[in-house]
């Protein structure tokens, strides 16, 4: 079978500006481009001369579907838990505002099989000691239930502060060996985010928050391999399409070249991801027509969970919400394919552009 491209002239990076100067008819090319604030200018397009030769990226297959279900009255919380799992919700944010006793989890978990969904909980401001104690109940609820441990999958959304240092590395080898398939440390990079013009402080400040996380646990005797097996990244996405994909597959290079450095081998780096408040706008639809493309780019730049934030805040907002990655993953098949971005030597120039202005900074 003959090359089907040898049957085509190859077009040179100047062949194209010639052709695109043509068709201007006079504008300046300059207003094709972005000029960025720390990325600096962004071209229109970018060829194979530009994009370094790479390899794809190890991520995570499948991106989780979640779901917010904050906690003021547990029977009212778990109609909405169970609505959102009943409809295909399979890693539910669950919010609590106070320390739930035993009760609470009875009426909160009521119907929902905990150890067929991953669970993610968040309470803002808790300490370790706080997590300590909703960890304890949350393991004393499941015995009762009869449960394996072993089959619970989930998160707590908690990043230590210097005073919970000395009792997480005491109890975190504990944690692990009672919940084995939980992540107990997320790096929250959702306040950093400033939109595409700061990217790269973005990046930069997420990146130093995981390091910090791994010299003082290390120090305090805990293994760099533990500490990334118990951890996980916490971020928000904006509605730059391009440039949110290659934030996210910079991120996963960078944090493996973090943990190469301490001698640990990452096969993939998990993600969870929202959307920025600042990106949705007054009018709801507006904001719908939004959350298809940005769920896009958190599915191919890598995400391990999404959260679409609903454009009404009733059930009919959140069946669209969920609605939208139901159709990404089960019609348009996202999550087949490895790094699908990969090879596209805009997607693979902004990737590396990002990499290294980090890296430079840290």
């Known amino acids: 079978m003959s090359n089907l491209f040898s049957e085509f002239t190859p077009a040179t990076k100047q062949d194209w500006l010639n052709k695109i100067e043509k068709e201007l008819k006079g504008r300046p090319f300059e207003e094709l481009q972005w000029k960025l604030e720390e990325l600096g200018i962004v071209e229109p397009f970018y060829m194979a001369e530009d994009a370094k030769q790479t390899s794809p990226i190890r991520m995570p297959l499948e991106c989780k579907i979640g779901e917010t279900t904050f906690v003021e009255k547990a029977k009212e919380a778990n109609e909405n838990l169970m609505e959102g799992l009943t409809n295909g919700v399979n890693a539910p944010g669950i919010h609590f505002s106070r320390n739930p006793q035993l009760k609470t989890w009875e009426a909160l978990f009521n119907g929902v099989q905990a150890?067929?969904?991953?669970t993610h909980f968040y309470w803002k401001n808790a300490s370790w000691k706080d997590w300590n104690s909703i960890l304890q109940e949350f393991q004393n609820y499941?015995?009762?239930k009869e449960k394996s441990l072993a089959d619970i999958n989930g998160a707590i959304h908690f990043q230590p502060k210097k005073e919970d240092y000395p009792t997480l590395a005491t109890d975190l080898k504990k944690w692990e060996t009672i919940f084995p398939f939980f992540k107990f440390i997320t790096i929250d990079g959702k306040?950093?985010?400033?939109?595409?013009?700061?990217?790269?402080?973005e990046l930069t400040a997420i990146i130093k928050k995981g390091i910090d996380v791994l010299d003082n646990l290390t120090e305090a005797g805990i293994d760099a391999k533990t500490v990334a097996d118990n951890l996980q990244f916490s971020i928000n996405i904006g509605t730059s399409y391009f440039i949110e994909i290659a934030k996210m597959r910079a991120l996963h290079l960078l944090w493996a070249n973090v943990l190469k450095a301490y001698k640990v081998e990452v096969e993939t780096v998990k993600i969870d991801v929202g959307f920025a408040p600042q990106t949705q706008a007054e009018n709801p639809n507006t904001n719908m027509i939004k959350a298809t493309t940005m769920a896009m780019a958190a599915h191919i730049g890598g995400a391990s969970r999404l959260t679409v934030t609903p454009s009404h805040d009733n059930a009919f907002g959140r069946r669209?919400?969920?609605?939208?990655?139901?159709?990404?993953q089960m019609e348009s098949h996202?999550?087949?394919?490895?790094d699908p971005s990969a090879g596209s030597y805009y997607i693979?120039?902004?990737?590396?552009?990002m990499v290294e202005d980090v890296w430079e900074k840290l």
């Open 348 to 353: 693979e120039t902004l990737t590396r552009k």
């Open 320 to 328: 669209i919400a969920r609605n939208v990655q139901h159709l990404l």
């Open 142 to 144: 499941n015995l009762s």
């Open 191 to 201: 306040s950093d985010w400033k939109g595409k013009a700061q990217v790269i402080s």
């Open 115 to 118: 150890d067929w969904v991953e």
């Open 334 to 338: 996202f999550g087949k394919v490895n």
